[in-house]
């Protein structure tokens, strides 16, 4: 008897890549190196105080620093950023980024939302997903960003 075709796996879905992906969506590739660098600041500053309700200050410390220190591996001028108790620092980052090309930047600045969110999914089965998933969302392009700098 003839056994039937195997059935090829489906691809899991990456709900962090697709949360990114959403949040992105209308103004990636739009943006000047300083506008990008204030909308992720903002963006990390969000996932910062929302994990901080369930995780210790410690912990999330230690979390937010070693996806610094993976991210600064693959492009060096993430090293810029330091993590304190209040959050994420952008100031040395900030006095370099009109050095930076925008597409590397906007690449790396992604590449620490997305591990933020995959690593905090992972160390937490997932349950400060759906609340991290919406503070992302809330962080918006200002309209003097959309247009450019102009007022």
Known sequence: MRQPPALSPMPERNIHQEAVTAWRAG????????ALLDLFERALDALWHRAHMSLGEMTLMAIV???IHQGGEQYPHLAQLKVET???HFGELR???????RVLLEESLVFLVYELLRVFGSLTGEILTPGLHA???KVRVSS???QGGKP
């Open 27 to 34: 103004w990636t590739g739009t943006l000047a190196q300083p």
């Open 65 to 67: 620093d070693r996806v």
């Open 86 to 88: 209040s959050g994420v």
């Open 95 to 101: 006095h370099s980024v009109q050095e930076l090309d």
């Open 135 to 137: 503070e992302l969302h």
């Open 144 to 146: 003097v960003a959309s």
